[in-house]
C-alpha cells in the first residue's frame, strides 16, 4: 500500500512539476510570433510554405530539434544551409549583389550587419517588429545596441559570446602553489584583478617540460596562458587591453594615444607565455590544447568552459574556476573590465527573399526568451547565455553550472561591442596584422600605432567620413561600447 | 511494340522543320555553327565579364553600397592601387612563392623523372605513387598539412634528431612564424606540384631518340657527357613546358594560404591572389579589386606572352630538328 501511494506521490509531484515547467515557459513574444505566422500563411493561401537559412555551421546539429518544434507548432519548414563562419559575409555581401533570393535569412556574427545594411541587403525589422512586440527584455547594453544599425533594428541576437577568462582549479587550489606565489608575489592566488596581475601568474605558472613544482612532475610543459592571437582573431581580444573607444567623436584613431600603446604592449607582452604557436590557431586548436591540460590559465570565448568539461577527451573537467575578464589599465583613471563580443550570432532577414516575414517570425520565436533559454541549453548547441532569463532555466544551469553563470552574467555587463560600423572587417584587418607584426617584433607599438592609425582613417575616408562620423557616434550613444565620449 | 519510328522523311512533312534543316545544311551556314557556338560562348563567360570588370574598376562603389548608388571615378581606383604598398608587397612575395616553389619543383621532378625512366622493374608504381599528390585535393592537401605543420605535429617529429643536433628549438612554428609560414606554404605547393613536371620530364625522357644517345655511347661518350650534350639538349622543350606551366599557375596561388595562414602572420604570406580575394570578398571593394585584377592582368600577360613565345621558339626549333 505504501509503495502505491508512494508511486502516486511521485507521479502527482512529478506533473506538477512539468506543469509548473509549462507554465515557466508561456512565453507571449514567442506564442505572438507563432500565431501570427500562421495567419500569415492562412491569409496568403500557402500551400507547405517553406524559409531558407544561410545557418552558421556551428548549429547544425543542435538547429533541427528547434525547426521539427517550429514546424509541429505553424507548418512551416526551415531548409538551413550550413556555412562556415569564414565564409558566411561574403555569401551575404554576394547576395547583395546578385539579389537570388535563395535565403530568406542569414545567421552571422552582428558584425556583418552594418555592411549588409549600408548593401540593402537586410530588411530592418522594425515594421515586422511592431506587430510581433518581440521580447528584449533581460538582454545587456551592448547586446540590445547590436540589434539595431543606424537608428533601426537589424538583426536579434542568441548568443553570448563575450571574452572570459578559465583558470585552472586543480592548480589554484593546490596549496603548495597557493603558498608559493603569496610568497612570491604577496597576492592570493584567484580569478585575477588586472591584464597585468594576469600576466604576473602566467609568468609563475609557466613551467617547462621536465620540472617538478609544487609536488607535481610536468611531463610536458605547462604555459601560464592561452588567448587567440592569429590573424581574424587578434581584434576580438584587443578592447580587454585596450579599455576604451577606438576613435574620439569626429573618427580620429584614439590608437596612437598612451592608452593605446599601452594596450599594444600588453596585448603582446602575454604572448610569451603561450605555446609558441599560437599565433597560428583557432578554436579547433585553442579547445582540445586546453583540454590536454597543458595550460594554466585560457581567454577564450565563453563556451571553452563548457566543452572542457564535457569533452569525453578533456583532462580538466571539473578542474575549471570562470572569471570576470581582468579589468585593463591603459587608460587614465581607475582600471576598467571590457569584455569584448567577440563572436556571438544573431538572426538577419534577407531584403530579396521570398518570405521575409515569415522568416522575421521565425527569429522572434527562436530568440524568445524561453526557446532562446531552449536553445542555450542545448546539448548539442553552442549558444552562450547571455539574458537574464537565463541563470535560472534548470536546462542551461544543468550545462553550464552555477558558478560559470554567475560569472558569464557578471562578464555580460561589461561587454562591448567590437567595432559596429561598416568596413568592420577591414578595420579589424588592418588592426590584426600590424599586432602580428609587434607579436613577432617586427614593429614596435609606437610604429604599429602608427600605421594602424593611418589604415583606419584610409578606410573611413574610403567609405566616406561624413557617414561614419554619423554613425560611429550613434553607436556610441545608443551604447554600443560602454564607454561614452 | 507499335510505336512509329520518326524518319527524316516525317521531318521533311513538317514545313517549317524541312526549311530550317534545309537552310542549316547549306555549306556557307553550317561552316559557321562551331564558329557561332564557339565564339558565344567567349563572348559570354569571357568578353562580357571582362568588358564589366574594366566598367567596375572605373566606379566609385564598395558592396556595401547599392551598385545603383555607384558612379565613374576616373582612374582613382587605379591610383589607391598602385599606392597601396599592400599590393606590391603582395605581388613581390608572389613571384618569391612562385620563384621557390617552381625551381624546386623542376629539380625534384627532373631528378624523380630521370630515376623512374631508368628503373625497369616497379616502375608503373612508381609513377603511379608520384602522380597520387596531383589527384589530391587541394582542400584536403591543405587541412592535411595544417596537421603535420602543428608545432607539436609529425614534421617537427621527424625533424628532431636534425634540429637538435644543430641546436636549433625542434618546435618550429611552421604556421606562425612569418618566415616558416612562408616556407609552409611554398613545401605544401611543392609536395602537391612536383607530380606534373614529373610527369612532364618522365614524357620527355620517353621521348628521347634511343638512336641519338646509343650513337653518343659507340662513339665513346660518358654517361655523364651523354646526359649533358644529349639528353639535356633535347629535354629543353619539356623543361620549358614545364617551366611555363607551373609558373602560371603558382603565380596564382591561393589554396593554401587559405588553408594554412589566413595570409598570416600579418601579412606574411599573402599572395596577389589572396590580396585581391580579400580586398573584394572579405572588405567588399568591389571596384578596387577590378582595378587591382586589371593590373595584375596586364603584369600577368606580359610574363604570359614571354612564356608563349619561349614555347613557339622551342617548338620551331623541334620543327626544324635543331634539338
Redesign the interface.
Known amino acids: 500500500m505504501k509503495k502505491i501511494l508512494l508511486s502516486i506521490s511521485i507521479i502527482v509531484f512529478g506533473y506538477s512539476l512539468n506543469a509548473t515547467a509549462v507554465q515557466a515557459e508561456s512565453d507571449p513574444a514567442a506564442d505572438r510570433a507563432v500565431n501570427l505566422a500562421k495567419q500569415f500563411v492562412k491569409d496568403n493561401n500557402m500551400k507547405n510554405p517553406k524559409i531558407n537559412m544561410l545557418l552558421n555551421s556551428l548549429f547544425r546539429n543542435a538547429i533541427p530539434d528547434f525547426i521539427a518544434e517550429w514546424k509541429g507548432l505553424t507548418g512551416i519548414d526551415v531548409h538551413t544551409e550550413p556555412l562556415g563562419y569564414t565564409d558566411i ?2 555569401k551575404i ?2 547576395e ?2 546578385a539579389k537570388t533570393g535563395a535565403f530568406d535569412m542569414f545567421n552571422d556574427f552582428p558584425y556583418t550587419a ?3 545594411a ?3 541587403v537586410i530588411l530592418p525589422l522594425d515594421d515586422f517588429a511592431a506587430k510581433g512586440k518581440p521580447d528584449f527584455t533581460g538582454i545587456p547594453g551592448a547586446f540590445l545596441a547590436q540589434q539595431r544599425y543606424n537608428g533601426k533594428l537589424y538583426s536579434m541576437v542568441l548568443d553570448g559570446d563575450h571574452i572570459m577568462l578559465v583558470l585552472r582549479k586543480d592548480i589554484v587550489e593546490n596549496p603548495k602553489a597557493r603558498a608559493a606565489f603569496k610568497s612570491k608575489t604577496g597576492k592570493d592566488l584567484g580569478c585575477p584583478a588586472t591584464m597585468a596581475d594576469w600576466e604576473e601568474q602566467a609568468k609563475f605558472f609557466h613551467t617547462k617540460a621536465g620540472q617538478t613544482r609544487w609536488g607535481i612532475k610536468f611531463e610536458k610543459p605547462l604555459y601560464g596562458a592561452m588567448a587567440y592571437r ?3 582573431f587578434s581584434h576580438r581580444h584587443f578592447p580587454a587591453y585596450f579599455g576604451g573607444l577606438l576613435f574620439d567623436k569626429d573618427m580620429k584613431p584614439r590608437i596612437s594615444t598612451k592608452q593605446g600603446i599601452k594596450a599594444i604592449k600588453a596585448f603582446a607582452s602575454v604572448v610569451k607565455y603561450m ?7 583557432g578554436t579547433p ?1 585553442i579547445y582540445p590544447f586546453w583540454g590536454s591540460g597543458q595550460a594554466y590559465s585560457v581567454m577564450s570565448f565563453p563556451s571553452i568552459f563548457g566543452y572542457a568539461n564535457s569533452n569525453p577527451k578533456s583532462t580538466v573537467k571539473g578542474k575549471q574556476i570562470p572569471c570576470v575578464i581582468p579589468a585593463t589599465t591603459a587608460p587614465d583613471g581607475p582600471p576598467v573590465r571590457r569584455a569584448a563580443e567577440a563572436a556571438g550570432t544573431s538572426y538577419m532577414v534577407n531584403a530579396h527573399g521570398k518570405n521575409p516575414e515569415l522568416a522575421y517570425y521565425f527569429i522572434q520565436w527562436l530568440t524568445s526568451p524561453s526557446v532562446g533559454s531552449r536553445a542555450i541549453a542545448h546539448p548539442k548547441g553552442f549558444w552562450d547565455p547571455y539574458r537574464t532569463q537565463n541563470i535560472g532555466h534548470p536546462g542551461i544551469l544543468k550545462k553550464f553550472g552555477p558558478e560559470f553563470l554567475k560569472a558569464t552574467m557578471e562578464n555580460a555587463k561589461y561587454t562591448t561591442s567590437l567595432l559596429y560600423i ?2 568592420h ?2 578595420y579589424m ?1 588592418v588592426l ?3 599586432l ?2 609587434v ?2 617584433n ?1 614593429l614596435t607599438a609606437e610604429k604599429a600605432a602608427a600605421k594602424i592609425e593611418k589604415g583606419w582613417n584610409r578606410v573611413t575616408e ?2 566616406g567620413r561624413d557617414y561614419q562620423i554619423k554613425v560611429w557616434r550613434k553607436g556610441v550613444n545608443d551604447g554600443l561600447y560602454v564607454d561614452k565620449f | 511494340m507499335n510505336e512509329r519510328v520518326t524518319t527524316v522523311a516525317d521531318l521533311r512533312k513538317d514545313g517549317i522543320t524541312a526549311r530550317f534543316s534545309a537552310w542549316l545544311s547549306q555549306e556557307r551556314i553550317f561552316r559557321w555553327i562551331p564558329f557561332v557556338m564557339v565564339e558565344g560562348m567567349i563572348i559570354c563567360v569571357l568578353i562580357i565579364p571582362f568588358i564589366l570588370t574594366i566598367y567596375i574598376s572605373f566606379l566609385r562603389w564598395r558592396a556595401n553600397r547599392p551598385f545603383e548608388q555607384a558612379y565613374l571615378d576616373g582612374f582613382r581606383n587605379y591610383e589607391a592601387v598602385l599606392s597601396d604598398p599592400g599590393f606590391w608587397l603582395s605581388l613581390g612575395r608572389t613571384f618569391y612563392f612562385a620563384g621557390s616553389a617552381v625551381i624546386l619543383e623542376l629539380i625534384i621532378g627532373f631528378i624523380l623523372a630521370m630515376l623512374v625512366h631508368r628503373i625497369v622493374a616497379g616502375r608503373r608504381i612508381y609513377i603511379t605513387i608520384f602522380l597520387i599528390p596531383m589527384m589530391v585535393v587541394p582542400v584536403v592537401a591543405g587541412y592535411n598539412f595544417s596537421m603535420i605543420y602543428l608545432d607539436s605535429g609529425p614534421l617537427n617529429e621527424l625533424l628532431w634528431p636534425l634540429t637538435s643536433l644543430l641546436g636549433i628549438n625542434p618546435r618550429i612554428r611552421w604556421l606562425s612564424n612569418p618566415l616558416a609560414a612562408q616556407w609552409a606554404i611554398i613545401l605544401a605547393d611543392i609536395w602537391q606540384w612536383t607530380s606534373l613536371t614529373f610527369l612532364i620530364f618522365l614524357s620527355g625522357f620517353s621521348a628521347l631518340p634511343p638512336q641519338l644517345i646509343n650513337a653518343a655511347r659507340i662513339m665513346g661518350a660518358s654517361r655523364a657527357q651523354v646526359f649533358l650534350w644529349v639528353e639535356l639538349p633535347l629535354l629543353k622543350p619539356a623543361i620549358v613546358i614545364a617551366i611555363v606551366i607551373r609558373s602560371m599557375e603558382a603565380l596564382k596561388m591561393f589554396d593554401p594560404i587559405i588553408l594554412l595562414t589566413y595570409g598570416g602572420p600579418g601579412t606574411s604570406t599573402q599572395t596577389i591572389a589572396y590580396y585581391l580575394w580579400e580586398q573584394v570578398w572579405q572588405f567588399n571593394k568591389f571596384a578596387y579589386g577590378a582595378a587591382a585584377s586589371i593590373l595584375v592582368l596586364i603584369l600577368f600577360s606580359v610574363l604570359i606572352f614571354v612564356g608563349i613565345y619561349l614555347l613557339g621558339r622551342q617548338s620551331e626549333a623541334v620543327e626544324r630538328g635543331e634539338v
Open positions: 559575409p561574403s555581401m554576394g547583395a549583389v552594418p555592411d549588409a549600408g548593401a540593402q592569429s590573424v581574424n605555446p609558441e604557436d599560437i599565433q597560428g590557431w586548436q561598416e568596413g572587417y577591414e584587418k590584426d596584422n600590424n602580428a607584426d607579436m613577432n617586427n574610403d567609405i
